[in-house]
């Protein structure tokens, strides 16, 4: 049914353009503005979804607000908002509020997101271990073991309506808090600038973080020494967050990004939708560093074995 609906949305936007001349109204899918709450999480990457989209058609406009991600479903619930972008799904409480409250919406599953593990640039930690992750962050580990001064590890966090907090703790923590000791912070940009001068620190942003500051971090590969993701991979491997990665789930902390509208109206907010969810709006999520939802999806074999 999602697949239809995508087909409808995307064959209505572009017939409306080609037929927009001849049939002008003051709001239509490419014609108007909308406002958009976005999770903070995919700012970057969803801004430039909005301005292509408004390149595209200059005549449309999308306001995005940047909010932590429950914010924005909250404000999604009270109706004060049509349309919201989370890099999470709903979770049970919120649909269970949704469903007593008999609010009709629409999902759409427009890209699959991951949590990245950062250091400081010069942090020799390249790989960790998933229980490792689990005592760093919950705060059973306290120091780096690879200095002998100075080395108390400096847990950096976002806010307590964070979808990367969200995620993290249902994959790393099993749902166990974070240490007391964290930093918190009210972005993703602010975390990374304070892991960025901070050798100490470790913190969890977006992938759609990192593309402005590719080699200035430490990104970890995450791994289980016991473990494999399945048959075909060899015990104790260890993954980055690299796009191949996350589309097969080797990486361990996976996210699918959602989009949600309240209603169907032929109106820019559906026109967005639509526009995200096509080739464009895919290959947008593709160059930041996430796995498209909507179009085939190619992976590279890549080996480190000498050539014969």
Same mark, same amino acid.
């Given at each position: 049914?999602?697949?239809?609906?995508?087909?409808?949305?995307?064959?209505?936007?572009?017939?409306?353009?080609?037929?927009?001349?001849?049939?002008?109204?003051?709001?239509?899918?490419?014609?108007?503005?909308?406002?958009?709450?976005?999770?903070?999480?995919?700012?970057?990457?969803?801004?430039?979804?909005?301005?292509?989209?408004?390149? /595209?058609?200059?005549?449309?406009?999308?306001?995005?607000?940047?909010?932590?991600?429950?914010?924005?479903?909250?404000?999604?619930?009270?109706?004060?908002?049509?349309?919201?972008?989370?890099?999470?799904?709903?979770?049970?409480?919120?649909?269970?509020?949704?469903?007593?409250?008999?609010?009709?919406?629409?999902?759409?599953?427009?890209?699959?997101?991951?949590?990245?593990?950062?250091?400081?640039?010069?942090?020799?930690?390249?790989?960790?271990?998933?229980?490792?992750?689990?005592?760093?962050?919950?705060?059973?580990?306290?120091?780096?073991?690879?200095?002998?001064?100075?080395?108390?590890?400096?847990?950096?966090?976002?806010?307590?309506? /964070?979808?990367?907090?969200?995620?993290?703790?249902?994959?790393?923590?099993?749902?166990?808090?974070?240490?007391?000791?964290?930093?918190?912070?009210?972005?993703?940009?602010?975390?990374?600038?304070?892991?960025?001068?901070?050798?100490?620190?470790?913190?969890?942003?977006?992938?759609?973080?990192?593309?402005?500051?590719?080699?200035?971090?430490?990104?970890?590969?995450?791994?289980?020494?016991?473990?494999?993701?399945? /048959?075909?991979?060899?015990?104790?491997?260890?993954?980055?967050?690299?796009?191949?990665?996350?589309?097969?789930?080797?990486?361990?902390?996976?996210?699918?990004?959602?989009?949600?509208?309240?209603?169907?109206?032929?109106?820019?907010?559906?026109?967005?939708?639509?526009?995200? /969810?096509?080739?464009?709006?895919?290959?947008?999520?593709?160059?930041?560093?996430?796995?498209?939802?909507?179009?085939?999806?190619?992976?590279?074999?890549?080996?480190?074995?000498?050539?014969?």
């Amino acid at each position: 049914m999602q697949h239809y609906i995508r087909v409808v949305l995307l064959g209505t936007l572009f017939v409306v353009a080609a037929i927009g001349c001849e049939q002008r109204r003051d709001v239509s899918t490419t014609r108007g503005s909308v406002t958009i709450e976005c999770d903070e999480s995919l700012m970057p990457v969803m801004q430039l979804q909005a301005e292509d989209f408004e390149r /595209s058609y200059t005549e449309a406009a999308v306001r995005l607000r940047s909010v932590q991600a429950r914010e924005a479903i909250a404000d999604f619930v009270d109706d004060s908002v049509r349309v919201i972008v989370t890099a999470r799904p709903f979770n049970k409480e919120e649909r269970d509020v949704i469903a007593t409250a008999k609010i009709e919406y629409k999902e759409f599953n427009v890209a699959l997101d991951a949590v990245a593990v950062i250091m400081h640039k010069d942090n020799p930690t390249k790989e960790l271990r998933i229980s490792e992750l689990d005592s760093i962050f919950s705060g059973f580990s306290t120091r780096w073991s690879w200095k002998t001064r100075n080395n108390l590890i400096d847990v950096a966090i976002c806010g307590l309506n /964070s979808s990367t907090n969200e995620v993290f703790r249902s994959a790393i923590l099993e749902d166990k808090t974070f240490t007391l000791t964290a930093t918190r912070f009210d972005s993703s940009q602010m975390l990374v600038e304070y892991v960025l001068t901070n050798p100490n620190a470790i913190g969890i942003v977006g992938l759609s973080w990192l593309r402005d500051y590719d080699g200035q971090l430490r990104v970890a590969g995450l791994g289980d020494p016991n473990g494999r993701p399945d /048959s075909t991979q060899p015990m104790g491997r260890y993954y980055p967050p690299l796009q191949a990665h996350v589309y097969r789930k080797y990486y361990p902390i996976t996210t699918p990004v959602y989009i949600y509208t309240r209603e169907i109206l032929m109106d820019v907010g559906l026109g967005f939708i639509a526009y995200v /969810s096509s080739i464009q709006g895919q290959k947008i999520f593709q160059v930041h560093g996430l796995v498209p939802a909507t179009m085939p999806v190619r992976l590279v074999v890549t080996t480190s074995e000498p050539v014969k």
